[in-house]
């Protein structure tokens, strides 16, 4: 009978913790020590339904720790991507929304706009017939579409594309083309500079547009151009389709443009008078003019300039395209900004709306998470993990294992690393206000909002040109921690502390070390990678490693490129990235976490016993490494495949166990591996 009953409270369990959306303990006056005996059970069952027991750990440890996952998490119904972050991502979505449809709390003035913002969204059905209207009125502020106008009346000697998206990009921070945005100075991390910048391509990579395996996402696009241009404007059939493909034509061209296609680009911006930029592109592109449009003025600084070769082809691909084109174009890519279509199903306009309030007010919301369901002893628990795998890279900067960093370098590691801090993203110290005292929204016009939200994104565009740089003040919602260039500063999202998921009380610290101590890990390895480590301890972007140190670097990064090609997904082998960062800090993150761990191990006085989990036979090690790969289960769609391999700089969710875990001697050894099998390879890739 309690073993039956057990096991009831158990399955109810996993259902709590997948479904939690108040901040209620669904245990009530359950004993302690017996409820984490639950907590423990739940989680236990959960790692070993996902794990195929009869699969050699030696020969494949992703399918010996993700076996059943697909099985259990079809990818048959959106997202169409299964995975522990979806999860995560869903489990969040649901507190958001029981928090922004809260009745009876006390809200800020800005928890009541956001609100707000919310609920218009969920009433956009109310716009269906003023929708269209309301449209053409933001084109008029700027001009005329062609395709809403009869040829003989719209006059191509009347269209000015350069002013048309300055005073776009001026009333509504809004980039289309090229423009300017307001960022940190990659040298001097206390001031802002104007980058010259290109539009984010709509497909968002460069690939997409080229590679003929991506046929379908390309034809999706133009299928959603015209379907917009019929349904908002009014199109006929023919025109919408003989329209859409002339702007996805022309928005293929720009993206053929681009030099970077699958690499990052570090910093290679040069810091520019007005004038030299100036000169170099008038009078195709005259960059003054654009700047007295967008700012009122022309600056006397210095400002980033983009690669040359790039401009200069997209202005070409500007002259070379019909008048009437190019302000289509630009024109739709105005209107995507303030179109959300009403889907048929209710849940689906839930999904939509949220994700729309989040783009505007992630930190808001975040605070507003953090504040119903963090608590003071989550933050204290991950400062400790943060200062424990702080403390073992300090041993490793002054232990053999770096011994390829020279002295001066090891130096400048070192005083990096003592500057470098870790914040959860709760937003406590910031009055949101203050900082929203300007912007009206209501209940019912979500395009009036819109509208006075990107307004106000353009005055704070203008005025933080001559503010000194606030902190953090770029980080976003996110699923997993990330590390902040120009500060040397770790920061945590609110979504990985929810309980339950990566984190609990209850679970053996292995899995918190291999979860949440990993992504820290990875971050501050990130500060260390191709791109960090042009970044000195003040955030200031400068040369501080000597060649001898950046030459054995340069090889080791390398040996990664030459890994990871070898890696065969979906029939192919993995695409070539002349960058390694991601790769670089899953290696070194997975090696310092478990040392951290160890390290943590070794000391703890408290009862090993409680590292292992009931009705898993294994150490606490051993759990470490099962509980990194189960990270990286993952079921995708094969509609999808392609497409998030390309967009995504990380490889596929197998390689980022197989490739570390592969490299790394401490996990051949917990799980003897024989030498020259799959998981220990005679020859191995590592840096840190």
Same mark, same amino acid.
């Given at each position: 009978m309690f073993g039956t009953l057990k096991w009831i409270l158990v399955l109810l369990l996993l259902r709590v913790s997948v479904a939690w959306t108040t901040s209620i303990d669904p245990?009530?006056?359950?004993?302690?020590?017996?409820?984490?005996?639950?907590?423990?059970?739940?989680?236990?069952?959960?790692?070993?339904?996902?794990?195929?027991?009869?699969?050699?750990?030696?020969?494949?440890?992703?399918?010996?720790?993700?076996?059943?996952?697909k099985r259990l998490n079809p990818p048959n119904y959106y997202p169409y991507v299964n995975?522990?972050?979806?999860?995560?991502?869903?489990?969040?979505?649901?507190?958001?929304?029981?928090?922004?449809?809260?009745?009876?709390?006390?809200?800020?003035?800005?928890?009541?706009k956001v609100k707000n913002f919310h609920e218009s969204c969920m009433n956009v059905g109310i716009l269906k017939n003023t929708y269209p209207e309301k449209l053409r009125e933001i084109v008029e502020e700027f001009g005329k579409m062609p395709a809403l106008e009869d040829d003989e009346i719209w006059l191509t000697y009347e269209f000015d594309w350069l002013k048309t998206i300055a005073e776009i990009a001026r009333k509504y921070d809004i980039?289309?083309?090229?423009?300017?945005?307001?960022?940190? /100075?990659?040298?001097?991390?206390?001031?802002? *500079?104007?980058?010259? #910048?290109? !539009?984010?391509?709509?497909l968002g990579s460069k690939l997409i547009y080229t590679q003929e395996h991506h046929e379908v996402y390309r034809k999706m696009r133009q299928d959603n151009i015209a379907e917009l241009l019929r349904s908002l404007l009014g199109l006929d059939e023919n025109s919408s389709e003989k329209i859409a493909h002339e702007i996805f034509d022309f928005e293929?061209?720009?993206?053929?443009?681009?030099?970077?296609?699958?690499?990052?680009?570090?910093?290679?911006?040069?810091l520019r008078t007005v004038d030299d930029v100036h000169n170099k592109y008038f009078p195709h592109f005259d960059v003054k003019r654009m700047l007295t449009i967008?700012?009122?003025?022309?600056?006397?600084?210095?400002?980033? /300039?983009?690669?040359?070769?790039?401009?200069? *082809?997209?202005?070409? #691909?500007? !002259?070379t395209t019909p008048k009437r084109v190019v302000a289509n174009y630009i024109f739709f890519n105005l209107l995507e900004h303030f179109i959300v279509m009403k889907p048929k199903m209710s849940d689906e306009l839930e999904h939509l709306c949220l994700m729309r309030t989040k783009k505007y007010f992630s930190n808001i919301m975040d605070d507003m998470v953090y504040r119903k369901y963090i608590t003071p002893q989550m933050e204290q628990d991950v400062q400790q993990m943060w200062h424990t795998i702080k403390a073992s890279f300090q041993r490793s900067l002054?232990?053999?294992?770096?011994?390829?960093?020279?002295?001066?370098?090891?130096?400048m590691a070192k005083l990096k690393l003592d500057a470098m801090k870790l914040e959860i993203n709760s937003h406590k110290e910031d009055n949101f206000d203050l900082e929203f005292q300007n912007i009206t929204l209501n209940k019912h016009d979500l395009v009036a909002n819109l509208?006075?939200?990107?307004?106000?994104?353009?005055?704070?565009?203008?005025?933080?040109?001559?503010?000194k740089p606030r902190p953090h003040n770029e980080a976003v919602m996110s699923f997993s921690p990330v590390y902040i260039l120009h500060e040397n500063l770790i920061k945590v999202p609110v979504a990985m502390l929810q309980p339950y998921y990566l984190w609990s009380d209850s679970y053996p610290n292995a899995l918190k070390f291999a979860t949440l101590g990993f992504f820290i890990s990875h971050e501050l390895i990130h500060a260390f990678d191709e791109e960090g480590r042009l970044f000195d301890a003040n955030g200031n972007n400068r040369q501080w490693w000597d060649f001898y140190t950046q030459e054995y670097f340069i090889k080791g990064t390398q040996c990664f490129r030459s890994q990871y090609q070898e890696y065969i997904y979906d029939g192919r082998h993995l695409s070539e990235n002349l960058s390694q960062s991601e790769n670089i800090a899953d290696n070194g993150g997975i090696q310092l976490a478990f040392d951290a761990y160890s390290d943590w191990y070794h000391r703890s006085r408290l009862n090993i016993e409680l590292e292992m989990l009931p009705r898993l036979n294994y150490t606490g090690k051993q759990l470490f490494f099962i509980a990194y790969a189960q990270l990286w289960c993952s079921s995708t769609h094969p509609m999808l495949r392609n497409f998030v391999t390309t967009m995504d700089e990380h490889v596929p969710d197998r390689f980022r166990v197989i490739g570390p875990l592969s490299n790394f001697l401490e996990f051949s050894k917990e799980f003897s591996c024989d030498l020259d099998t799959p998981m220990n390879p005679l020859e191995k890739c590592v840096i840190y």
């Amino acid at each position: 009978m309690f073993g039956t009953l057990k096991w009831i409270l158990v399955l109810l369990l996993l259902r709590v913790s997948v479904a939690w959306t108040t901040s209620i303990d669904p245990f009530g006056d359950i004993n302690q020590r017996y409820k984490q005996q639950l907590l423990r059970y739940a989680k236990s069952a959960e790692m070993r339904n996902y794990m195929d027991e009869d699969v050699d750990p030696c020969s494949d440890f992703h399918q010996f720790a993700c076996g059943h996952y697909k099985r259990l998490n079809p990818p048959n119904y959106y997202p169409y991507v299964n995975n522990p972050f979806e999860s995560i991502s869903n489990a969040l979505s649901r507190k958001i929304s029981v928090v922004l449809r809260d009745k009876t709390s006390v809200d800020t003035l800005a928890e009541m706009k956001v609100k707000n913002f919310h609920e218009s969204c969920m009433n956009v059905g109310i716009l269906k017939n003023t929708y269209p209207e309301k449209l053409r009125e933001i084109v008029e502020e700027f001009g005329k579409m062609p395709a809403l106008e009869d040829d003989e009346i719209w006059l191509t000697y009347e269209f000015d594309w350069l002013k048309t998206i300055a005073e776009i990009a001026r009333k509504y921070d809004i980039r289309i083309i090229l423009g300017f945005e307001v960022k940190v /100075d990659t040298a001097n991390s206390r001031i802002h *500079r104007l980058h010259l #910048a290109m !539009q984010d391509l709509p497909l968002g990579s460069k690939l997409i547009y080229t590679q003929e395996h991506h046929e379908v996402y390309r034809k999706m696009r133009q299928d959603n151009i015209a379907e917009l241009l019929r349904s908002l404007l009014g199109l006929d059939e023919n025109s919408s389709e003989k329209i859409a493909h002339e702007i996805f034509d022309f928005e293929s061209v720009l993206a053929m443009a681009r030099t970077d296609t699958n690499s990052r680009t570090f910093f290679t911006k040069s810091l520019r008078t007005v004038d030299d930029v100036h000169n170099k592109y008038f009078p195709h592109f005259d960059v003054k003019r654009m700047l007295t449009i967008l700012l009122g003025y022309i600056p006397t600084a210095k400002i980033y /300039d983009l690669n040359s070769f790039e401009t200069e *082809r997209i202005i070409a #691909a500007i !002259q070379t395209t019909p008048k009437r084109v190019v302000a289509n174009y630009i024109f739709f890519n105005l209107l995507e900004h303030f179109i959300v279509m009403k889907p048929k199903m209710s849940d689906e306009l839930e999904h939509l709306c949220l994700m729309r309030t989040k783009k505007y007010f992630s930190n808001i919301m975040d605070d507003m998470v953090y504040r119903k369901y963090i608590t003071p002893q989550m933050e204290q628990d991950v400062q400790q993990m943060w200062h424990t795998i702080k403390a073992s890279f300090q041993r490793s900067l002054d232990s053999v294992k770096l011994s390829w960093m020279r002295p001066l370098t090891r130096h400048m590691a070192k005083l990096k690393l003592d500057a470098m801090k870790l914040e959860i993203n709760s937003h406590k110290e910031d009055n949101f206000d203050l900082e929203f005292q300007n912007i009206t929204l209501n209940k019912h016009d979500l395009v009036a909002n819109l509208k006075e939200i990107c307004t106000w994104k353009a005055q704070q565009t203008r005025t933080r040109l001559g503010e000194k740089p606030r902190p953090h003040n770029e980080a976003v919602m996110s699923f997993s921690p990330v590390y902040i260039l120009h500060e040397n500063l770790i920061k945590v999202p609110v979504a990985m502390l929810q309980p339950y998921y990566l984190w609990s009380d209850s679970y053996p610290n292995a899995l918190k070390f291999a979860t949440l101590g990993f992504f820290i890990s990875h971050e501050l390895i990130h500060a260390f990678d191709e791109e960090g480590r042009l970044f000195d301890a003040n955030g200031n972007n400068r040369q501080w490693w000597d060649f001898y140190t950046q030459e054995y670097f340069i090889k080791g990064t390398q040996c990664f490129r030459s890994q990871y090609q070898e890696y065969i997904y979906d029939g192919r082998h993995l695409s070539e990235n002349l960058s390694q960062s991601e790769n670089i800090a899953d290696n070194g993150g997975i090696q310092l976490a478990f040392d951290a761990y160890s390290d943590w191990y070794h000391r703890s006085r408290l009862n090993i016993e409680l590292e292992m989990l009931p009705r898993l036979n294994y150490t606490g090690k051993q759990l470490f490494f099962i509980a990194y790969a189960q990270l990286w289960c993952s079921s995708t769609h094969p509609m999808l495949r392609n497409f998030v391999t390309t967009m995504d700089e990380h490889v596929p969710d197998r390689f980022r166990v197989i490739g570390p875990l592969s490299n790394f001697l401490e996990f051949s050894k917990e799980f003897s591996c024989d030498l020259d099998t799959p998981m220990n390879p005679l020859e191995k890739c590592v840096i840190y």
